[in-house]
T-cell receptor
Framework: EAQVTQNPRYLITVTGKKLTVTCSQN?????MSWYRQDPGLGLRQIYY???????DKGDVPEGYKVSRKEKRNFPLILESPSPNQTSLYFC????????????FGAGTRLSVL | KQEVTQIPAALSVPEGENLVLNCSFT??????LQWFRQDPGKGLTSLLL?????REQTSGRLNASLDKSSGRSTLYIAASQPGDSATYLC????????????????FGTGTRLQVFP
């Protein structure tokens, strides 16, 4: 089954404690992205990757890092989380060969205390 | 700057009604428009994708139309059911410059639909 898998689904942490949210896709997609979703603001892109070792900033990259060492994985790293990073996070991957449909993971709800 | 707006923000209808959800965007330079469904506590499920050269797409009881020149798309849901209750999001993939390579979709804030028995 084609899917984008994120872990963990729920996470509560404290300010300053480094964390990583993992994302993996099994569709061999080149493009992957991270979004955050906040009430009233919709989904906003944090970072994206066009292929292995190729990443770039989206609209709201401050406080986040990513890496793309393998095609299937695209982890999101918060080196020093702050309360304003409390949000719902989505990982996505894009199929360039199927009309550019973007597939989303189930989301990670993060609370930073 | 591309902006996407969805009206209404919330909608409550009795089961069986046909309904229309609206999406408007400010810049017609897009590659495609995608409609998603989001259930509480779950991710986004792609419902329909319309390429910029297309006028509409259909899947079961769903029909999405695109009028790129006027910056509008509608999602038509026929014979609504309680299981259709969810938030519906539209998103455009903007065109121009290097924007295609950003893999970015610009989302509206969604329409929360409730279908009651």
């Amino acid at each position: 089954e084609a899917q984008v898998t994120q872990n963990p689904r729920y996470l509560i942490t404290v300010t300053g404690k480094k964390l990583t949210v993992t994302c993996s896709q099994n569709m061999n997609h080149e493009y992957m992205s991270w979004y955050r979703q906040d009430p009233g603001l919709g989904l906003r892109q944090i970072y994206y990757s066009m292929n292995v070792e190729v990443t770039d900033k989206g609209d709201v990259p401050e406080g986040y890092k990513v890496s793309r060492k393998e095609k299937r994985n695209f982890p999101l790293i918060l080196e020093s989380p702050s309360p304003n990073q409390t949000s719902l996070y989505f990982c996505a991957s894009t199929s360039l060969g199927q009309g550019n449909i973007q597939y989303f993971g189930a989301g990670t709800r993060l609370s930073v205390l | 700057k591309q902006e996407v707006t969805q009206i209404p923000a919330a909608l409550s209808v009795p089961e069986g009604e046909n309904l229309v959800l609206n999406c408007s965007f400010t810049d017609s330079a897009i590659y495609n428009l995608q409609w998603f469904r989001q259930d509480p506590g779950k991710g986004l499920t792609s419902l329909l994708l319309i390429q910029s050269s297309q006028r509409e797409q259909t899947s079961g009881r769903l029909n999405a139309s695109l009028d790129k020149s006027s910056g509008r798309s509608t999602l038509y849901i026929a014979a609504s059911q309680p299981g259709d209750s969810a938030t519906y999001l539209c998103a455009v993939r903007p065109k121009g410059g290097y924007s295609y390579n950003t893999d970015k979709l610009i989302f509206g804030t969604g329409t929360r639909l409730q279908v009651f028995p």
